[in-house]
């Protein structure tokens, strides 16, 4: 049985902390070495090692590869979608750039797996907005939209051409506690509880209609694990599988929300994110990846949202004892 010695990369991010975590708890804190050109994140500390390390730089992360005998490299480095839009090169260059040198590199070494995300963000308006499928038109209009469906043929061009084993998942806009948002046009889902409890008010910058595709963060990272740990035979998709959580407009969440705290009020002032979130699909068909691999989610948005504000009470508590 080989040894598992895992390289997370951007383990500081929204995505990154948990799931660094969460390998950890499974094949054991010295296992999984953790990296990011951030300062090491408090919940990280203490739980495994850590290194410093810019995924632009090929030669220092070819050198991580081999000193640590990495055997699975997950990527998770990248500019989202409302940062990208303000420095649309920058995104282009890191987002794919970074995958072009963890792809080399794992052909070059023999890294057994490379996890790699995408997003809902490679659909684009004229994508089905309803039960968006697995396979049908993809024109995104952000460039991180389009680095990401770019990303997504050179994890399948890798995967027939070199044999790596390459996976990805398209993930939702993502919900967490335990991590800040990074700058994506699903983040209002995020700042909405945060507010809620501290100011009793939201401004939203969607409007309220405005339907979009979610998930909880339990479940993005039980989803990417759950893919990474199936046998080889049954992963039919090389580029990205489809997977969705729930679909919700902040109208509906900031119900939710209300239920819990009933003083808690919203005003919608729609940005330049506005345009983004109307170019993606409100719901995702996800049945590639369930009847593959058997995804399936276990939260929807009052299961979420109690868990979410329970969660954020007690850190807040935390912080005032």
Same mark, same amino acid.
């Given at each position: 049985m080989i040894k598992e010695k895992i390289l997370v990369i951007g383990a500081c991010g929204q995505i990154g902390v948990e799931l660094t975590?969460?390998? *950890?708890?499974?094949?054991?804190?010295?296992?999984?070495?953790a990296s $990011?050109? *951030?300062?090491?994140?408090?919940?990280?500390?203490?739980?495994?090692?850590?290194?410093?390390? $810019?995924?632009? &730089?090929?030669?220092?992360?070819?050198?991580?590869? %081999? *000193?640590?005998? %990495?055997t699975q490299i997950y990527l998770l480095a990248a500019i989202l979608s409302a940062t990208g839009e303000k420095n649309p090169n920058l995104a282009w260059h890191l987002n794919t750039q970074s995958l072009l040198n963890v792809l080399e590199i794992a052909k070059d070494e023999n890294v057994r797996k490379v996890y790699w995300p995408s997003s809902i963000a490679v659909f684009g308006p004229t994508s089905p907005k309803i039960n968006c499928p697995q396979k049908t038109v993809i024109e995104p209009t952000t460039v991180y939209g389009i680095s990401k469906?770019?990303?997504?043929?050179?994890? &399948?061009?890798? &995967?027939? *051409?070199? $044999?790596i084993d390459v996976r990805s998942l398209r993930y939702p806009g993502l919900i967490s506690y335990k991590s800040e948002p990074g700058g994506g046009t699903t983040d209002y889902a995020v700042e909405i509880f945060h507010d809620a409890l501290e100011e009793d008010h939201f401004t939203c910058f969607l409007k309220e209609d405005t339907y979009l595709p979610m998930m909880y963060m339990p479940d993005a990272i039980r989803a990417t694990i759950e893919l990474m740990e199936s046998p080889v035979e049954k992963i039919s998709v090389r580029t990205s599988y489809n997977i969705h959580g729930m679909s919700f407009s902040p109208k509906e969440i900031a119900a939710e929300i209300k239920k819990h705290i009933p003083g808690f009020t919203v005003i919608y002032e729609p940005d330049y994110r506005q345009q983004i979130a109307e170019s993606w699909p409100q719901s995702i068909d996800d049945s590639v990846a369930r009847n593959n691999w058997g995804w399936k989610p276990k939260y929807d948005l009052a299961t979420m949202t109690t868990d979410m504000i329970e969660n954020l009470k007690s850190e807040m508590s935390a912080r005032e004892s």
């Open positions: 975590l969460e390998l *950890r708890k499974i094949y054991g804190g010295s296992n999984v070495v $990011d050109l *951030r300062a090491e994140n408090e919940l990280l500390k203490g739980t495994g090692p850590y290194v410093s390390l $810019d995924v632009m &730089n090929k030669e220092m992360l070819h050198v991580q590869v %081999i *000193r640590q005998n %990495i469906f770019a990303g997504e043929f050179w994890c &399948n061009y890798f &995967n027939h *051409r070199y $044999d």
